[in-house]
């Protein structure tokens, strides 16, 4: 059971006197087994002066960190051998940073100068190059005194529409160069009509090229003189970044061990912060996975000079809010997500990833069967999988192969009925298809009820147990409706027994609430409307049971459709260009349908498996460590 089933977990709550609190913290963050918790009580306060310290150890990180990605260091991975003392060491530690960053500031300042300076030459041979065609000095088209002069572009038809615009004022629109559909112009007009006449540019999508400030002369010597400017700031530019490299591997050996250093004082000071505390006395309290509880507890004691007392007993059965940790073995945890994308088991839930892995893969195979189509899907899975491109990947690998698997069962490869088929063909044997996909879903129905009875049992919820319509009534009631109905049906049954033998499991069903009311000694609704309700909701129960089966027909219904379309590609691949539309019938058939089918499964797996026995309502377990800290579980 320990695939389906959440690790078990202890309730721990150690007292910690204050000045072990930061010995004791890091041997926790350090084994990352601390699911902590909130606790309030009368009497505790939290912080005292660990919010200051967490703060400015976050402030000194973050220096640290902007100082590593100036001369292009990654931070280090893992935490610092040596244990963590935010209260003693920050003062030398940040006295470190500070010679760190005299000498990365210099070489940073002289970079930020240099890229403004490129930056700005560049911007300003951008706007000489409009000037090109020009033969006037820059600096005079600057300083007219008696005349305002814009440079710039527009689209070149509204060229007609600005100057028929501009008859109430004296002016000058030449157009210099033409480029595209957009052309270069210069515009002119005395100084008190220049409201009119930017006004009437900005209506025709006019872009200024502004007059460059520094540059003199005519345009193409301006240009030159530029160009020689720029080549010298990348000539500075490319010494500053072998200086760089130079000054990471001088301060690689200090700076990134500080970086690491700071980060982790950081997450010990913001875990500390939390921490509830009287007096002298530090509360920490969480939870710890069982397996782990003894070497945690010994490690804590001996971090600490003075006794720890320490506390802990399993969860209680009725419980909240305690936190899931689940282990599952390499080849399954793929399968995770199918799973964690509807919800999170909780601690007392069973973990439906191993049987969802199984019916998935069995009911993608179905509905997919073919060699080659599953050959081609694993394949590609797999290609995009080391590439890095595809999170289900490996799943959608394995559905390939079960595709394959069942295209063995069913005889085809492309499409085509090359092989002899072990089971049947879908095409030949369609009302068999369909009544095994029928018997499939009765399988995955009742294994949703068994796991849905082990999950009411561990918590000892009897009546659930019992009467729920997922529980001993309801899977009672359906195999009565299921088996007895196609016993009647075929005659081995006569109505007056199936009718008897309803009768129980309906009742049950039926005066469910009353039945509660009583045993667990609750307020008693009217019987009156617990019985319409109970009627309503017993009917709905059995049409909820039919629909639930009869949706499984899709499983024979699309492998139906798959070897159908298959079958068409291969015919039409005996025409002209046949190899194109076996080629683009294929990848249609491996990309589209194969999504489809993907979907498919997955609705079934949600809406009708796991809606048997799976609330996903969980909390994820989520230690602390000094890679998140205490905050990590805000960031889920």
């Known amino acids: ?87 003693r060491e920050l003062d030398a530690l940040e006295a470190q940073l500070t010679l760190a960053e005299a000498r990365t500031g210099d070489w940073q300042a002289r970079a930020e100068r ?196 320490l506390q802990s007993e399993p969860p209680a059965r009725q419980r909240r809010n305690v936190p899931t940790l689940l282990r599952a073995p390499a080849w399954l945890r793929p399968f995770q997500m199918l799973v964690t994308t509807y919800g999170l088991s909780g601690y007392g ?54 595709g394959a698997l069942f295209g063995v069962l069913y005889g085809t490869v492309l499409g085509a009925p090359l092989l002899p088929p072990l089971w049947l063909r879908p095409l030949d044997r369609v009302q068999d298809l369909l009544l095994a996909s029928i018997a499939a879903g009765v399988v995955v129905l009742n294994l949703g009820f068994a796991l849905n009875l082990v999950t009411r049992a561990r918590a000892r919820d009897w009546s659930g147990f019992l009467l729920d319509r997922n529980g001993v009534a309801g899977l009672s009631f359906y195999w009565m409706l299921l088996g007895g109905g196609a016993l009647a049906v075929l005659g081995r049954l006569p109505l007056w027994a199936l009718l008897a033998a309803l009768a129980v499991p309906a009742a049950a069903l039926w005066l469910r609430e009353p039945l509660l009311d009583r045993l667990t000694g609750r307020d008693r609704a009217p019987l009156g409307d617990a019985l319409v309700t109970g009627f309503f909701e017993l009917f709905e129960t059995a049409l909820g049971y039919a629909s639930n089966s009869l949706s499984f027909v899709r499983l024979g219904a699309f492998a139906v459709a798959h070897e159908g379309l298959s079958g068409m590609v291969m015919r039409y691949a005996e025409g002209p260009f046949g190899w194109l539309v076996l080629l683009v019938g294929t990848v249609v058939i491996v990309g589209f349908e194969g999504l489809v089918v993907g979907i498919q499964a997955l609705r079934l797996e949600y809406f009708e498996f796991f809606g048997r026995f799976f609330r996903g309502d969980g909390v994820p377990f989520v230690p602390l460590s000094f890679q998140g800290g205490y905050d990590a579980r805000s960031q889920l």
């Open 349 to 402: 839930e069973v973990d439906p990833t191993l049987p969802a892995a199984l019916t998935f893969l069995l009911m993608y195979g179905m509905m997919f069967g073919d060699v080659g189509h599953g050959l081609l899907l694993a394949g590609a899975a797999l290609l995009l999988t080391r590439r890095g491109g595809a999170p289900l990947g490996k799943v959608m690998a394995a559905a390939g192969v079960s």
């Open 114 to 309: 240099n890229r403004r300076e490129l930056e700005s030459l560049t911007l300003t041979r951008s706007q000489l190059e409009l000037l090109r065609p020009l033969e006037v000095p820059v600096e005079a088209l600057a300083t007219l005194k008696h005349h305002h002069l814009v440079l710039g572009t527009l689209p070149s038809e509204n060229l007609a529409r600005v100057a028929a615009s501009l008859f109430m004022i004296a002016f000058v629109l030449v157009p210099v160069r033409v480029q595209g559909n957009r052309a270069l112009v210069v515009a002119a007009s005395a100084h008190h009509d220049a409201p009119i006449l930017d006004r009437a540019l900005r209506s025709a999508f006019f872009e200024p090229a502004p007059l460059p400030p520094d540059a003199r002369g005519e345009p193409r010597e301006a240009l030159e003189s530029v160009d020689l400017r720029i080549d010298g700031a990348r000539a500075r530019a490319a010494e500053l970044e072998r200086e760089r490299a130079a000054l990471a591997g001088a301060l690689q050996a200090g700076l990134v061990p500080l970086e690491a250093r700071l980060r982790a004082a950081s997450a010990l000071a913001g875990a500390i912060r939390h921490f509830p505390s009287r007096g002298e006395v530090f509360m920490v309290a969480g939870w710890v996975p069982q397996r782990r509880f003894e070497r945690l507890a010994a490690e804590v004691r001996a971090a600490a000079s003075a006794p720890v007392v």
């Open 1 to 87: 059971m320990s695939m389906l089933m959440p690790e078990r977990l202890r309730e721990v709550s150690l007292f910690v006197l204050e000045r072990d609190i930061e010995s004791v913290s890091d041997v926790i963050l350090r084994s990352e087994a601390l699911h902590p918790e909130d606790v309030e009580a009368d009497g505790l306060t939290r912080g005292r002066g660990w919010g200051e310290l967490a703060q400015r150890a976050e402030r000194l990180a973050r220096r640290a960190r902007a100082a590593l990605d100036a001369v292009g260091l990654a931070p280090q991975g893992p935490p610092p051998v040596a244990p963590v003392r935010p209260t």
